[in-house]
T-cell receptor, first 114, second 114 residues
Framework: AQSVTQLGSHVSVSEGALVLLRCNYS??????LFWYVQYPNQGLQLLLKYTSAATLVKGINGFEAEFKKSETSFHLTKPSAHMSDAAEYFC????????????FGKGTTLSVSS | DTAVSQTPKYLVTQMGNDKSIKCEQNLGHDTMYWYKQDSKKFLKIMFSYNNKELIINETVPNRFSPKSPDKAHLNLHINSLELGDSAVYFC?????????????FGSGTRLTVV
């Protein structure tokens, strides 16, 4: 069975500070990992994905994530937070087997203060 | 031109009523999904169809019945609505059932049962 755990339900940073959102995964087979962002009253937008190519993945809006197999982690980072980054962030996992679907973590709310 | 569109965006109804939510995708994807997001923002897969065939049916009450008339449409019908059905329902699509591309989500339908 697969799962993801997002550490910290709420992260607060100042504008211009580093953003670090943590995600650990559990999977018995090589996983595909994703980060999605949800702005208030909107759907989910794909930020970036890891699909067994490069371990450092760059996404939209300046975000990136690094797949670390030894740590079973896929943490999301951004060097400098912007007010517009305030949103809910979800880590998700899937394996390439039929009959499976994306499994989401519980989400992390990112607040950015000026 | 919206890739995955859901209607209605908001739905307020009384307990015991029957309601439907419609979803359409114009991406040419083969696979579509319904997710439920609860009040704590947790996202859980409900159903998945691949080219009109049901491939995922999670533990969901029988009052929920998905229907896929063609691969571009996936509707969700809910009978005898209960207070606990209040949530945001998201439709999503992916190129195939073994997709490592991630999913494209609609903007959600907020269902409130009173």
């Amino acid at each position: 069975a697969q799962s993801v755990t997002q550490l910290g339900s709420h992260v607060s940073v100042s504008e211009g500070a580093l953003v670090l959102l943590r995600c650990n995964y559990s999977s018995s087979v090589p996983p595909y990992l994703f980060w999605y962002v949800q702005y208030p009253n909107q759907g989910l937008q794909l930020l970036l994905k890891y699909t067994s190519a490069a371990t450092l993945v760059k996404g939209i809006n300046g975000f990136e994530a690094e797949f670390k197999k030894s740590e079973t982690s896929f943490h999301l980072t951004k060097p400098s937070a912007h007010m517009s980054d305030a949103a809910e962030y979800f880590c998700a996992v899937i394996n390439n087997q039929a009959g499976t679907a994306l499994i989401f973590g519980k989400g992390t709310t990112l607040s950015v203060s000026s | 031109d919206t890739a995955v569109s859901q209607t209605p965006k908001y739905l307020v109804t009384q307990m015991g009523n029957d309601k439907s939510i419609k979803c359409e995708q114009n991406l040419g994807h083969d696979t579509m999904y319904w997710y439920k997001q609860d009040s704590k923002k947790f996202l859980k897969i409900m159903f998945s169809y691949n080219n009109k065939e049901l491939i995922i049916n999670e533990t969901v009450p029988n009052r929920f019945s998905p229907k896929s008339p063609d691969k571009a449409h996936l509707n969700l019908h809910i009978n005898s609505l209960e207070l606990g059905d209040s949530a945001v329902y998201f439709c999503a699509s992916s190129p195939s059932r073994r997709s490592n591309y991630g999913y494209t989500f609609g903007s959600g339908t907020r269902l409130t049962v009173v």
